[in-house]
């Protein structure tokens, strides 16, 4: 006890010391190793040379020894034996020798310096393919529905041929439920049938590593009916046992395995197979279970119809009681199989080469178990450890081997044998004791490239004696600990579990044991992961149109893409039709061939992404074939087809239609519809038809083409059925009546000679019927009638089988002539001067002599009221308006006021109008007055102009004056004060004094009657630009003071101008320039009513008249059509004319004008120039 835990001590300590498949540079002394060697039992073909491989690899180089049976096999000695040079791996030639001398158990040494390596024993045996051996094979009888055992038992061939029964012609026999083929390849029958008589039942051997077929003798089987069969029949037949009820139904039971229950043995990780075949009539149906557990459903499948339960990669938890059901209406029978499950010598942990420092210990363990235990056996360079030379550093336990304060020269390869009675696992492992510095394996600066969120591992491989400490850095300074997100392997890997882009960088690692230190240096690069960002989308595409399926992809830019398209995880057919783009694959032209599931995959070197979706194609379905008619009778018939293929969408409907050959050949017409799912319809038919019919079929896509036509059938003549439609008696003239009606058509006539009955009396008169018979017409003419009476009228038709149902009686009426009376009573209210409403009394019933339509009011307005217009009005014209149904009043709109009007009234029916009745005279009073006929603008001055207008056109009464308003239109559109003025109707002019000049002026006159104002007449007009100074005001001007006052203001103006000029030369600024500059943009100033002045105008384009003005055409003058206009050097109203034109007022520079009046210069002028315009 004491010494295990020394040992469970020992393996905590050197765990260190462990690594999995630990390689040694080639360049540094090692015992040999094992690299290729040949399974342990191999089966040759004898038509070619055996082949024994076993390489290794050490250094030095190692050599190469066999054993054959156990004892030393000499190459050299066997010209026929060739070893490859630098290896151990045998070719042995046996064409000409007896392959079987070479047959037997072989073994590789590989040896050199430091140890011995072995291979495994391995079997060497030739294949067989024995003949069969000869037998007579008795011919087979058997009674109906009993079952059957035919046995092929196949020679012992190695390895095991594969069984399978075929006919004379080389066709495998069909298996099914009831007939199958057993694990041992016998052919079993749960029942036979009669079809299963045959004489060329033949079972057949395929041996794989000879490539041949070998066959059986026929077996003949013949089935027969009988009810008992003496002994003669028997013997000759060869038959023991019969039913005395031939093909009887009868429960199940088992033809194999026999018994309840049976064994079986599986080795652990072998594939078991469970049979179970039954007999029965009817065929039972197999089931499984396993006892106290359910069946392992990832491992497990049936084959043969369930007769075979299939357990791969065994394990021990698949023992156990199996139970396998057959089952037929009359019962049911089991069978239990008892599995065990043995195991051959298998791996826990393999003894693994140990790399040991002068004075270090190490541990070899061979773990391994097994069913029964395996026993397990140490060997040292090939040698039992019991026999190998006592070493006192070296203890065994078993399955450890403990090596303690190992020495140089101390090398050796150990053998771990572990077997049962069911196999063996030989493993070799060395112990190798160097003294080296640490050494670096993997290439430096190797630059590793991961996708974003991926595991990264960064290799660190490295040697050395002691097994050198690894240690990490990232950027050359931070030193990785293990621990998230970095993992430090036993091998010196890095492991960064999930990568970003901010672990991106260089990395070191340096190896580190007492001999030495050595440094490495790898990069990591984290790149942005493949993603599709649109996927292809399911399609569903018409045969003959074009799929389009997009795949648009994102990636890293520093990687390269490639876009790969599959069908149906292959390549894309070699067809021009398919063309790939960047991030699409169109199929033009679609067909059939080209359904099925398309991916895209983008792939970069480090990682890939893909799509996929399906393709339909879809098209009109096929036709249907086979119609067939049954069910027939005089007026139905059942119609059956076949549907043809649908194409991927589903059928709608069944269009049927039908030809009449007798009556309208090559005329199909819709007759009826079914649901896609029918295949069948009831034809509903009428007489006397030659019918064809045909089928369609309708799907997403649209109809298919017709089917092929029915045969013909005809139904027999018969009466009619129907009586003509759309009947009418209605006259087209005084004393007759017209009887017309649509015909029947052929397909309706239901016979031969058809012809109509028209009959007809006079409604609610006591008198028979009056009637015709007419064929090929569709009217008949009535004459001698009163005047529109009413008439019952009925068609009915007829043909050589008889008459057709009673015919349903329609009410028409005789001709109509035009009315005879005129209304009565005629009375008109006027309700205003322009609506007035007239009533009436109607005419009789009888005089109207048709269907009446109405009533029709003519008026006309005679002439004015006025005393202007007592002549009547020559252009006035009639004015009808028509009043429908028995109407009794109605309005008589747009009247004119103050006139006289004449009105009359007729009644209306079909035929005309009747008589007028007496005229009827009315006047309307009078109303508001039309607008005045024009409004002119005349002579327009600088503050006044004159307005003349005319009266009316139309009064509509007695006028009694005018009303003028006016105002003025601001820049800023807006109106200015209204001012209004009252006229005498005698009044047709006036002047307006005291305006503003240049001031834009809207006008509205409108007349006046005692009903008030009526609509206006609008002008708009503007008074004359001030471009020169007017003389007003005479008696002032030619006043000497006044006179004497201007000659003054102009002097001291003048000496400002020229003070003005001076001080601007020498650069200063002046008073008046200041303000200039702050008074960039004055408002236009209104016109002072005081004293008549003007201020400034402005024409911008921001100061426009009111929406429809108009410009004048009088000649104003603009402000830009003079830049010397005094207006212009003026500041604001400031400046002044007095009445001899001298100017009032402080004197400043032209002022910049609106960029919207054009290209004129905004420089001041100079004083020459302001003086000119006082010239």
């Known amino acids: 006890m004491d010494f295990q835990l020394s040992i469970g001590a020992l393996l905590m300590t050197l765990l260190s010391h462990m690594t999995s498949a630990l390689e040694v540079p080639l360049d540094l002394p090692q015992p040999p190793t094992i690299t290729l060697q040949s399974p342990k039992d191999y089966i040759f073909d004898p038509r070619e040379n055996i082949v024994i491989h076993c390489e290794a690899k050490g250094k ?72 069969w051996s000869k037998e007579r094979i008795e011919a087979i009888t058997v009674q109906l529905g009993i079952s059957l055992v035919l046995q092929c038992r196949p020679p012992a061939g190695l390895p095991p041929p594969v069984i399978f029964w075929m006919d ?84 199940p039971g088992f033809l194999t395995p026999l018994g309840a229950t049976s064994t079986k043995m599986v080795l652990r990780g072998e594939t078991l197979q469970l049979e179970c075949i039954a007999e029965g009539l009817p065929t039972p149906d197999m089931s499984w279970q396993k006892d106290g557990g359910e069946l392992p459903t990832s491992r497990v499948s049936f084959l043969n119809y369930k007769k075979t339960l299939k357990i791969s990669d065994v394990g021990e938890a698949d023992a156990g009681d199996y139970t396998c059901t057959a089952t037929n209406r ?53 040698i039992l450890l019991e026999n190998a030379p006592e070493d006192h550093t070296r203890k065994v336990d078993d399955d450890t081997v403990i090596l303690s304060n190992v020495q140089s020269g101390s090398s050796a390869v150990y053998q771990c044998n572990a077997s049962n009675e069911f196999g063996y696992l030989i493993a070799n492992a060395f112990v190798n004791v160097l003294a080296e510095p640490p050494r670096v394996l993997t290439p430096p600066n190797q630059v590793y490239r991961v996708i974003t969120n991926s595991p990264s591992l960064l290799d660190c491989a490295t040697f050395g004696s002691p097994i050198p400490t690894i240690t990490w850095f990232k950027d050359g300074k931070i030193s990785i600990k293990s621990g998230d997100p970095y993992v430090i392997h036993e091998n010196g890997t890095l492991e960064i579990n999930v990568a970003q882009s901010q672990n991106s960088g260089k990395y070191t690692c340096i190896a580190t044991n007492n001999l030495g230190i050595k440094e490495n240096h790898v990069f990591l690069e984290v790149k942005e992961p493949t993603r599709i960002l649109k996927q292809p989308e399911y399609k569903v595409v018409q045969r003959g149109m074009s799929a389009v399926f997009e795949c648009k992809v994102k990636h890293d830019p520093s990687l390269v893409p490639t876009m790969t398209w599959l069908k149906n995880n292959g390549e894309l057919p070699d067809d021009e039709r398919f063309e790939v783009d960047t991030d699409s694959l169109v199929i033009k032209d679609v067909m059939d061939e080209d359904e099925g599931t398309y991916t895209c995959i983008m792939n970069t070197s480090l990682d890939q992404d893909s799509a996929s979706a399906m393709l ?65 319809a009831h034809l509903n038919l009428s007489p006397f038809i030659y019918y064809s019919f045909r089928v ?22 018969a009466a009619p059925d129907d009586n003509p439609s759309d009947v009418h008696g209605e006259g087209t003239e005084p004393g007759n009546l017209v009887i017309s009606w649509r015909s029947l058509t052929g397909f309706q006539s239901n016979g031969p000679g058809l012809e109509y009955k028209v009959l007809w009396r006079q409604k609610d008169v006591d008198q028979e019927w009056s ?44 001709g109509e002539d035009l009315p005879t009376s005129a209304p009565d009573d005629v009375l008109v209210l006027v309700h205003n001067s322009t609506l007035a409403e007239v009533h009436w009394e109607p005419v009789s019933a009888h005089s109207i002599r048709g269907k009446l339509k109405g009533y029709k009011v003519y008026y006309r307005r005679e002439r004015g009221l006025h005393k202007t217009e007592e002549e009547a009005d020559q252009e006035s014209q009639d004015q009808v308006l028509t009043f429908s149904g028995n109407s009794t009043e109605g309005s008589l709109p747009g009247l004119q006021p103050y006139s006289l009007y004449n009105l009359f009234i007729r009644v209306l029916n079909s035929k005309g109008e009747g008589p007028p009745s007496p005229d009827k005279q009315f006047e309307t009073p009078e109303g508001v007055p039309g607008p005045p006929s024009f409004l002119n603008v005349l002579n327009p001055s600088l503050d006044s102009l004159t307005l003349e207008w005319g009266p009316p056109l139309n009064n509509n009464g007695r006028l009694i004056g005018y009303t003028l308003k006016y105002q003025p239109v601001n820049n800023t559109v807006e109106m200015g004060p209204v001012k209004m003025m009252e006229f005498p109707v005698n009044e047709t002019t006036v002047t307006l004094d005291n305006l503003n000049s240049s001031v834009l002026y809207k006008f509205d006159l409108s007349a006046k009657t005692i009903k008030g104002a ?121 400046g002044q004319f007095n009445e001899d034109g001298s100017f009032i007022g402080q004197y400043s520079g032209k002022k910049e004008k609106d960029t919207h009046e054009g290209n004129e210069s905004s420089e001041a002028p100079s004083p020459v120039n302001a003086m000119n315009s006082f010239v």
């Open 60 to 131: 030095p180089h190692p050599s190469f020894s066999w054993t054959r049976n156990g004892t030393h096999f000499d190459v050299e000695k066997d010209s026929k034996v060739l070893m490859k040079p630098g290896s151990g791996t045998l070719v042995i030639d046996i064409s000409g020798e007896k392959a079987e001398a070479y047959e037997g158990t072989y073994q590789c040494t590989a040896h050199n310096d430091h140890g011995t390596a072995v291979s495994n024993n391995i079997v060497i045996r030739q294949s067989r393919s024995p003949l």
């Open 168 to 251: 004379n012609n080389f066709q495998k026999l069909p298996l099914d439920k009831r007939v199958s083929q057993a694990l041992n390849g016998d052919l079993y029958f749960s029942n036979v049938l009669a079809e299963d008589t045959r004489n060329d039942y033949i079972c057949y051997a395929r041996f794989p590593h000879t490539q041949t077929i070998q066959q059986k003798q026929p077996i003949s089987v013949t089935v027969q009916e009988i009810d008992t069969m003496n002994e003669t029949v028997a013997a000759l037949y060869n038959v023991t046992t019969f039913s005395a009820n031939p093909a009887r139904e009868q429960g």
């Open 330 to 382: 009359l019962g049911t029978a089991d069978h239990v199989i008892k599995v065990t499950v043995k195991a051959a010598p298998f791996w826990i942990s393999a003894p693994r080469n140990l790399i040991l420092a002068p004075n270090e210990t190490g541990i070899l363990t061979c773990r391994v178990s097994g069913d029964p235990k395996p026993e397990i056996r140490w060997f040292v360079n090939g």
């Open 616 to 680: 339909t194609v879809v098209e009109k379905p096929d036709p249907a074939t086979d119609l067939e008619l049954t069910d027939q009778t005089e007026r139905s018939v059942q119609l059956t087809w076949i549907p043809g293929d649908e194409h991927n969408s589903p059928t709608q409907k069944f269009l049927i239609q039908y030809e009449d050959l007798l009556h309208q050949p090559s005329v199909w017409v819709n007759m009826t519809e079914v649901p896609g799912t029918s295949t069948t």
């Open 696 to 717: 369609l079929a309708k799907n997403q896509v649209g109809y298919s083409q017709p089917s092929q036509a029915s045969r013909q059938y005809r139904t027999n003549p």
């Open 771 to 814: 009637s015709t018979t007419v064929a090929n017409v569709t009217q008949v003419v009535v004459t001698g009638t009163p005047i529109f009476v009413p008439y019952e009228i009925k068609v009915q038709s007829l043909n050589d089988y008889g008459s057709g149902p009673e015919a349903e009686v329609i009410i028409g009426y005789s």
């Open 1014 to 1134: 009526g609509a206006n007449t609008t002008r708009e007009a503007s008074t004359v630009m001030e471009t020169t100074v007017p003389s007003r005001h005479v008696d002032i001007a030619t006043q000497g003071w006044f006179i004497g006052l201007m000659c003054a203001i102009a002097l001291l103006i003048l000496v400002l101008l020229i003070v003005c000029f001076i001080k601007r030369n020498k650069g200063g600024k002046y008073p008046v320039k200041e303000k200039e500059e702050a008074h960039q943009d004055p408002e236009i100033q209104p016109m002072k009513e005081d004293d008549g002045t003007f201020g400034e105008y402005s024409d911008t384009e921001d100061h426009k008249p009111l929406k429809g003005s108009r410009t004048p055409s009088n000649g104003t003058v603009r402000r830009d059509e003079s830049d010397d206009s005094l207006v212009d050097y003026g500041e604001g109203g400031d």
